[in-house]
């Protein structure tokens, strides 16, 4: 239910400021070119010997660089205030560019990390671990992988919510990795609804440069502040003395909900108004 509002709210959201996002996007496409033809520069003596970790290096630049965090910040604004505009993609660009080199730096390196344990691993390099070893070596490293990836998810919303200037890389990934390890089902649901609208996206070709981002960071921000307000609902329960579970919690969340002003398909074209 909390990862179907997550969806439903960055949906309703996007059609709310559609013009903006499109050209937030197109600006974040124009952007994430010169971080993408970096890595890809950098990544260049791992693409004849190991093309995936190249490519997967080439992924991190695209979700992980200061236009990527410059897209999170409008989305989290509008997410959090229903209101933004390309004014917020130019301040998180600016406040936001030296922890956005940073955390594609990080995405990259872990990235290719992983990727290059993994084929280690399933290649049987190390004879000494035998085949059960290596096989168990590498379905840790895949599982590793999915964790990354999935908590992932949280690095923009998180990063632009630090205060202060200094990058505070390692307090990103850590309160990332909390949020996936409070909340794994709905981490992982979170990723897959990702992982849907990234190929969906690049399956229209056009939609990448017009919203597709735009889609992701706001269904992103929306996932990180729905898990705010489950926190906030345990935290009301306990403060009445009440058992804190997750049946209760999630009554204390549709109450909230309740009493918030519902939307429907039909709001989306009112010829009577």
């Given at each position: ?260 002003p519902k939307r429907r398909l039909r709001d ?6």
């Amino acid at each position: 239910m909390t990862l179907r509002r997550a969806l439903s709210r960055s949906l309703w959201s996007l059609y709310d400021s559609l013009g903006m996002l499109i050209i937030a996007n197109l600006l974040w496409f124009l952007l994430t070119l010169p971080f993408l033809l970096l890595v890809v520069l950098v990544s260049m003596p791992l693409f004849g010997a190991v093309p995936l970790a190249a490519y997967l290096a080439g992924a991190a630049a695209i979700f992980h660089n200061p236009a990527g965090l410059a897209l999170a910040e409008t989305a989290q604004r509008l997410a959090e205030t229903d209101g933004a505009s390309l004014g917020d993609f130019w301040r998180g660009l600016r406040v936001h560019f030296f922890r956005g080199m940073l955390l594609m730096t990080a995405a990259a390196l872990i990235s290719v990390a992983l990727c290059a344990s993994f084929l280690f691993y399933a290649g049987r390099v190390w004879s000494g671990l035998g085949l059960v070893g290596n096989m168990l070596a590498a379905g840790l490293t895949v599982w590793a992988f999915a964790f990354f990836a999935a908590s992932a998810c949280y690095w923009s919303p998180v990063a632009v919510r630090v205060e202060g200037d200094s990058p505070r890389v390692l307090f990103t990934l850590k309160r990332a990795a909390l949020l996936t390890l409070e909340s794994p089902l709905f981490t992982f649901g979170a990723a897959c609804v990702t992982l849907i609208m990234a190929v969906f996206w690049l399956a229209t070709v056009v939609g990448v440069p017009l919203m597709g981002m735009s889609c992701i960071r706001l269904f992103h921000a929306h996932a990180r502040l729905t898990l705010h307000e489950r926190r906030e609902a345990a935290e009301a329960l306990s403060a009445r003395g009440e058992t804190v579970t997750r049946r209760a919690v999630m009554e204390e969340l549709r109450r909230k909900w309740a009493e918030e002003p519902k939307r429907r398909l039909r709001d989306l074209a009112k010829p009577w108004d």
